[in-house]
């Protein structure tokens, strides 16, 4: 593909020059410029910035937006119609190009993104195309359109809603490193050769490249791990696109390696700062059994609670403003989805004891069915800038994505609820009927079954009863689909808090005022849901709860972790002998006294069941 296109003329920049010159729109309305990795202009009422294109009437006369329509898409050229508006010659209108965002205000919004990398956007009418641009390596934080209505520019200082500027007809090609990245174990060194036009320019420390950088003029030794990045710069073009390339060296790890590499002083900023609502630029590098998968993404911390703790929750974000709009790797293996939007890197709350409660319970839930949804999890280490950060969870994150990929439905017919629900919501109504209806009634028990997946419910409160986990409130989400029946499902979420008290289903069933209770400690009052709930509370008791199973999974996360164990815990000022410690407490919180007749105590207290119930369903439970 060429750098310079020059349909039917030799590739030279001379005849790309002559051929920007000359093209120009096809009909009334043009694409005078666009950006596809805005975060600097025209902020939305979400307090977020998006992409946006601005269009200009190019005609001698006056034209109803409302003949028109914007799209991404060829085969969908009429994917978003323009409001009935009165454009005059000359006029210009700035459209917001938000995708799934729910935004208010008077901006025109769009119902999709670009990618900076490589998309293309179409203004069309019923008669056909009125103009169209191809988007194409655009920098980060600059924009392409035309100069005098011809051509296709790049710009580094975007001018939403006036006229361009001086536009630059070409970028310098993206440099490539001649030396694989990797994971390099047993080695005295790592010679690293880079190849480009123009100077090469490059950073050790995770900030992206500039013209003052260090210069490339031969391969150079690494031995230590290392985070190189680098551009390549030309007189007369933009500078190319940084590339990064993470070697880790002589570290001897016995799980996947994920690399973030971004500017230091902007991730030290928020990591100091915990501050969760700041994503900055950055790459994420996974390196997994001999595969290496790298995309450019914004950088997050995320959570609450645990972001006070010295270890924070990371997040990364695809975004087609950083580059590719998705991660495309089967990271859970043969079961897990191939695309994801966002993953998460999780330390928690138990990070600085056992490292694996919320592991531990949203494993056996998986086990359990697929009613109740979980974050499918990988162990892993990081490595921030090079520097080593320890063991995390690489997890899932909950979105519109992980529904549609994990349930084979689009992303568009998918609900997500976070609790506490508002009191104006479709799900908080559910939750007051419940509460507020006579649940022994088979008719108000058959309205909440048409509405809730009834197996999700009570495997969702199987398992945090099991736990005991005392932080359930907020800790959970409800997911539907109306592709997938249109009947919520419960969702695991933070397990960080189970196995700490005796009092199992306590956060059930007992008379806290916790909003998901409404539901829980009412619709257990119908026969039924009753019959229901104890038939599978035998059956799990019985097999993936059974206290042989649950020692079991117990003993194999801790030998997927002790491995790594002790440097994790000298890096963020703990020790390996009290991590073991905190491991056999959780093998002694079902060994000691006898957690199973504990549980079959409390339920028999909730539920009101007779000896001969507790002895029909919990009669083998061990």
Known sequence: ESQFPTPGSENTQDNHLTYLSGSSPLGALAISEVMPSNDRYLRQSDGSYYDWAELVNVSGESIDLSNFFLSDDPDEPQKFQLPQKTLEPGGRIVVILCGKAELTGSSIKAPFTLSRKESWLYVSTAEGFSDYIRIYDVPYQGSVGRVDGTGTWYFTNPTPGSSNGTGVASISPTPTVLTEPGVYNNVESVTVELSGSGEIRYTLDGSLPNKNSRLYTDPFILTKTTVIRFASFENGKLPSDAVTASYIINENHTMPVVSIAANPGEFANIYKHYTENIEIRGNFTLFDNGNRITEDCGVKL??????????????????????????????????????????????????????????????????????????????????????????????????????????????????????????????????????????????????????????????????????????????LRYFRSTENGNRWQYAMYDLDWAFYER????????????????????????????????????????????????????????????????????????????????????????????????????????????????????????
């Open 503 to 622: 009092v199992p289903f306590s956060n059930m069933f007992s008379d806290s005022v916790w909003q998901y209770k409404m539901l829980t400690r009412n619709i257990i009052k119908n026969p039924t849901f009753r019959q229901r709930f104890l038939e599978r509370c035998q059956e799990v008791l019985e097999t993936t709860l059974s206290t042989e199973n649950v020692l079991k999974r117990i003993d194999e996360l801790e030998s997927i972790l002790d491995p790594e164990v002790k440097r994790d815990r000298a890096r963020w000022g703990y020790n390996y002998n009290g991590w073991k410690g905190f491991v056999q407490s959780l093998r002694n919180f079902i060994t000691k006294q006898n957690y199973m007749s504990i549980i079959k105590t409390r339920l028999q207290n909730y539920l009101s069941m007779t000896n001969e119930e507790v002895a029909q369903y919990f009669g083998r439970c061990k």
């Open 302 to 475: 995320y959570g609450h609670t645990a972001l006070q703790l010295p270890k924070k929750n990371l997040k990364v974000n695809f975004r087609g403003k950083y580059g590719a709009d998705v991660l495309s790797y089967p990271v859970y293996g043969e079961d897990g989805p191939e695309i994801y939007d966002s993953l998460c890197l999780r330390a928690g709350q138990d990070n600085p004891q056992a490292i694996m409660r919320e592991e531990l319970f949203t494993s056996l839930a998986a086990d359990m069915s697929d009613h109740v949804l979980v974050q499918k999890t990988r162990y892993c280490i990081v490595y921030v800038n090079g520097e080593y950060f320890g063991i995390y969870a690489m997890k899932e994150a909950y979105n519109e994505t992980y529904y549609a990929q994990n349930k084979g439905v689009s992303e568009e017919s998918v609900t997500i609820v976070q609790p506490p629900v508002s009191y104006r919501s479709e799900f908080y109504s559910l939750l007051s009927f419940a509460a507020s209806k006579d649940m022994t009634d088979p008719a108000n028990y058959e309205y909440l079954c048409q509405k809730i997946d009834m197996d999700s419910l009570i495997d969702w409160m199987i398992i945090q009863g099991y736990s005991a986990n005392g932080d359930v409130e907020q800790n």
